[in-house]
């Protein structure tokens, strides 16, 4: 289990677009992929959960991959974060 | 931000069948617009279809939440649609969308990340999103959401109905001597006020009905203070403690948002209760004028009720005397056996009225112990005893005058000798209530009115002979007309009350003048409502359409001489319905006198007419002075632009 802790740079926050994109690229690793926030765990590969989390900008999440290719999916996830979702 | 608060019934359509996805996007930007919520539907358009160019909002599961923030919006809202054949939009997981949500957000804050999460919480739900479906009317729709959200956010609900039940940042309490208007009036000024500045505020009334919407011990414990506005005495001695701001019932109605602000910034001063005999008089920032007035209509408003039932019964038994056809010299009124009894039982009330007054004034400075010399002062004021003649066998009454005197004097004395008593040992302390104070008070008011009633009796001969003089002169008009516009100068304040009670207090004194007093009294406090009626009738365009309809009910108020239905109106426009009014009134108080038309009841309006001297020329009057006023508000006050501003 790898986990890595981000703040969310991009001014609009986890909202459609990136959480789509985000949950796409995280099915396409075996992996697990759960972020953490805000005292809850929300299933990262699912699009409507990570909306549904509400997760704005200035926001600590900690990304937690465990399984298969974990490492790959972390990479790939700080990759968008860090990115700001490309915003 | 519940989902129900930007989602209206106008902005949902249901089972509609878009060939495409432009189209249906067309629809929502539609439903947009007809709601009002954006301030250039193409702007939105484009800013939609520019989110879409960068991938679909399908989100699966046959849901797509088309979206965009936008200067074009003006307040954040949302528009739905269900499309039961399905419209394809792109979905990752290529089932077309049957439920179509659209947001339309402003560029700046986060309602539109919360209003995302917030619907995607509730759409995790299949089984709402299979009802939503399958909804059959924007109704229905709306009330599946609402039942949703309510589920999932059980605090918010919870949070909303609180401030309303309990936890009431301010309290109230109105209060106005006749107790049939200006005490609801300021209750729900104040109630608005509340609402406008968002602070929960809860108001009991003091009317004539009694106490209602009673604050409890809990709310008075709970609040930040408590708001008196009230022209009579009310129970403070429950606010010990707390922030009290006191002041009269016509700021309750002028400007409540000014005395709730007094609360909620920390301005009135710590209400302090601990002797209970102060509880009425010691609320600080109030004038010694305002004082007066208090316990005055204190006693006023308890006197009330025993001068209307007495002088109708009274009024009944000269009905029926006359009726009868009985001679019309002393005994006029009690010949017959059923009129005799209504004159008797009706006088008996009477005898009760000048105690009452004194007793309720006096009770109103001292607390109990007053009520004792006050009572005591205003019978002593009644029957005219006086040292050389303690039985009152000579009756030399300094009436209502003394009476007055009585509860006003014998109430501040007590209230003094309460004060020498602190100094007294604590342990007769249980005797002052029931020995102490009463036995001296006796004695002050016994020694005061057997001193003042050969004194009041010659200024109130003074002045039935002065009136008796200009009546001999012809000038009786004169004081008609004064007596009919001080009624509806101020409709319901001191100067009404004053020629009121001086009206009733004649009444008492059963002379022909007296009763055309009360007559040219009664008819000026009929006015005022009945002018504004006629003119909401005859002259609408002087008039906004809420006016005009509670103008019907003023014909009621003025018929039943219930002057207080012209205040709202001659709050909005006091330059010109007081001066109409007060004219229209004094015409009609002349006239009631140049009538000679008498009146024995003290109150009731059109329905005690019958029993009234010349009631036909009464009612001449009472018409003529109505017109008269209706006449002069259409000359004082312009014609508004529109009739329904």
Redesign the interface.
């Known amino acids: 289990m790898v986990q890595q802790h981000f703040i969310i740079k991009n001014a609009q926050g986890f909202h459609m677009r990136p959480a789509t994109n985000f949950a796409t690229a995280m099915a396409a690793h075996p992996c697990s992929v759960t972020i953490r926030f805000n005292g809850k765990e929300v299933n990262g590969k699912s699009p409507m959960l990570i909306m549904a989390a509400c997760i704005k900008v200035g926001s600590e999440i900690d990304v937690v991959c465990d399984g298969v290719g974990e490492n790959e999916a972390l990479a790939a996830a700080a990759g968008m974060i860090e990115n700001g979702f490309g915003e | 931000m519940r989902i129900t608060d930007l989602l209206k019934k106008e902005g949902i359509r249901i089972g509609a069948s878009p060939a495409d996805k432009a189209e249906a996007i067309e629809q929502l930007v539609a439903l947009h617009e007809t709601c009002g919520n954006l301030l250039d539907a193409a702007a939105y358009r484009e800013g939609i279809l520019a ?1 879409e160019a ?2 679909t ?1 399908a ?3 046959e849901i797509a ?1 088309p ?1 965009a923030k936008s200067e074009a919006v003006k307040a954040p809202a949302l528009t739905a649609m269900t499309v039961p054949s399905g419209v394809d939009y792109g979905s ?1 997981d290529g089932m077309p969308a049957k439920l179509l949500f659209m947001i339309a957000a402003t560029p700046d804050g ?1 309602v ?3 209003v ?3 619907m ?2 509730l ?2 739900d299949m089984d709402l999103t299979e009802k939503l479906k399958n909804a059959k009317t924007p109704e229905e729709f709306l009330a599946l959401i609402d039942a949703k959200e309510t589920e999932k956010f059980p605090e918010e609900v919870k949070a909303a109905p609180t401030p309303r039940n309990e936890g009431y940042r301010v309290l109230a309490v109105t209060a106005c001597p006749t107790g049939i208007a200006h005490t609801y009036m300021a209750a729900e000024a104040l109630a608005k006020a509340g609402e406008r500045l968002g602070i929960p505020i809860k108001i009991e009334t003091n009317g004539s009905g009694g106490v209602k919407n009673k604050l409890t011990d809990e709310e008075i414990a709970n609040c930040d203070g408590i708001i008196i506005a009230a022209d009579k005495s009310v129970d403070t001695a429950r606010f010990d403690g707390k922030p009290v701001w006191s002041t009269k019932v016509a700021d309750g109605i002028h400007k409540p948002e000014e005395l709730i602000n007094k609360i909620v910034n920390g301005e009135a001063p710590v209400f302090k209760a601990d002797k209970k005999a102060e509880a009425s008089a010691e609320v600080g920032n109030e004038s010694f004028g305002r004082k007066l007035y208090k316990h005055l209509m204190n006693g006023v408003s308890h006197m009330l009720p025993f001068v209307v039932a007495g002088g109708i019964f009274i009024a009944i038994a000269f009905l029926i005397d006359a009726a009868k056809g009985v001679p019309m010299d002393g005994n006029f009124g009690s010949v017959t056996p059923v009129a005799a009894w209504f004159k008797a039982m009706g006088g008996y009330a009477f005898n009760f009225m000048l105690p009452i007054l004194a007793g309720f004034i006096a009770m109103s400075i001292a607390d109990r112990p007053g009520l004792l010399v006050g009572v005591v002062g205003g019978f002593l004021a009644a029957n005219g005893a006086t040292f050389a003649d303690p039985f009152a066998a000579a009756t030399t009454p300094s009436g209502f005058l003394g009476a007055l005197l009585a509860g006003f004097l014998a109430g501040w004395l007590l209230k003094l000798f309460e004060k020498l008593c602190e100094k007294l040992p604590r342990a007769i302390e249980g005797l002052k209530p029931v020995l102490i104070y009463p036995l001296a008070g006796l004695g002050m008011v016994a020694v005061m009115m057997c001193a003042v009633n050969p004194v009041m009796s010659i200024i109130n001969k003074g002045l039935s002979d002065g009136l008796l003089w200009l009546n001999q002169h012809n000038l009786g008009v004169l004081l008609g007309c004064i007596l009919g516009a001080m009624m509806s100068i101020d409709m319901g304040g001191p100067l009404n009350k004053a020629a009121y009670v001086f009206g009733t207090g004649m009444l008492a004194a059963a002379t022909t003048e007296g009763y055309m007093v009360m007559g040219s009294v009664m008819i000026g406090g009929m006015v005022p409502p009945l002018a504004i009626a006629l003119s909401t009738i005859f002259f609408k365009n002087r008039w906004t359409a809420e006016e005009r309809k509670n103008g019907v009910v003023n014909i009621v108020m003025g018929l039943s001489f219930i002057t207080e239905g012209a205040i709202p109106y001659a709050a909005a426009y006091p330059l010109k319905v007081i001066p109409s009014c007060a004219i229209g009134a004094a015409v009609a108080g002349g006239l009631s006198w140049l009538f000679n038309c008498t009146l024995m009841a003290p109150h009731g309006g059109i329905f005690v007419v019958p029993t009234i001297g010349k009631p036909l020329l009464y009612l001449l009057a009472l018409v003529i002075g109505s017109v008269v006023g209706m006449l002069m508000l259409a000359i004082l006050k312009r014609p508004i632009k529109d009739g329904n501003k």
Request: no cysteine; net charge neutral.
């Open positions: 989110r960068m991938g909002t989100i699966g599961m939440i979206h990752p986060d539109h990340m919360e995302l999460a917030r995607m919480q759409l995790m």
